[in-house]
């Protein structure tokens, strides 16, 4: 539910984005004659069953694939572990990249792949590790071996990871405490943050600092340097986790209107990586 509803607190499209998803849907032949420009951003929820050539685009006659048609919005994918290693693999690559390259026979074809990529999957195949009110009936093994199916480095891209507790269901009959709107407008109001701070610097927004950037704009304080040093160390953080880290705290700070990271901001980062620990505690 939380995955369909991002694109809804997405900010607008530009005139140029709009344009580019416009284009992309008219090669993918999914666009109609009477359609016009595509104003909103795309949720692609491909199934666990698509190919290598469906996830990132190719075929004999070449055309875009999900990661293309997820161009400037979102692609899901739910239950993440079912789908092929491989095709997980693929993934990698497009992420840092932001477009795909697709080697032919003759020629080799570029398509953009500016996508966020949001993924949801079970604890253990049976659903129910770490569950108060259900008792897991998996093995430490399969549990070991469900989770592998996502390597390390795939994780390591994936900025914010969550555990979410099971909904009881006196929780879902309560009123909705903040709609879509409301938060999307918070949205808006960061990104114009980061647009007037990024001026002139060829980037419009926090996932695209590069490490020399990240100098200049995510400077932490005295306590916060102490505090992502100490987490460092115990978390074993690469140093691609590192800068994501960063970089989400600064989206923090955006959201909570402040100039400077301040130590709770980077705190609240922090806490989004929880599976890393995870991942660590059944591979050692
Ligand atoms: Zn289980």
Redesign the pocket.
């Known amino acids: 539910m939380i995955a369909r509803r991002i694109p809804t607190i997405l900010p607008s499209m530009t005139f140029e984005e709009s344009l580019e998803l416009t284009k992309i849907y008219s090669i993918a032949g999914l666009l109609s004659d009477h359609d016009g420009l595509i104003e909103k951003r795309p949720f692609r929820a491909p199934h666990h069953t698509i190919s290598a050539v469906g996830m990132v685009g190719g075929g004999r006659i070449p055309k875009p694939g999900e990661i293309t048609l997820a161009h400037n919005g979102v692609l899901f994918l739910d239950e993440l572990p079912e789908f092929p290693r491989d095709v997980l693999e693929l993934l990698r690559q497009p992420l840092e990249d932001e477009k795909v390259t697709i080697a032919r026979a003759n020629a080799t074809i570029t398509y953009p792949s500016k996508f966020m990529l949001v993924a949801a999957m079970n604890?253990?195949?049976?659903?129910?590790?770490g569950d108060p009110f259900h008792e897991?009936?998996?093995t430490p093994h399969?549990?070991n071996k469900y989770l592998s199916k996502i390597s390390g480095p795939l994780m390591d891209r994936i900025d914010m990871q969550l555990q979410v507790a099971p909904v009881k269901y006196a929780d879902l009959e309560g009123p909705s405490t903040t709609d879509s709107e409301s938060i999307r407008k918070r949205v808006e109001i960061a990104r114009l943050m980061q647009l007037e701070r990024y001026n002139g610097q060829k980037i419009h927004c926090n996932s695209q600092l590069t490490p020399s950037l990240m100098q200049k704009y995510c400077k932490l304080d005295k306590s916060g340097k102490l505090l992502m040093k100490e987490a460092f160390h115990n978390m074993k953080l690469t140093a691609r986790a590192h800068n994501k880290i960063l970089k989400v705290a600064r989206t923090i700070a955006d959201l909570d209107g402040k100039d400077s990271i301040k130590e709770y901001h980077l705190a609240e980062a922090l806490q989004y990586r929880n599976l890393d620990k995870y991942y660590q505690n059944i591979r050692s």
């Open positions: 604890p253990c195949p049976c659903g129910f590790y897991c009936t998996c399969q549990i």
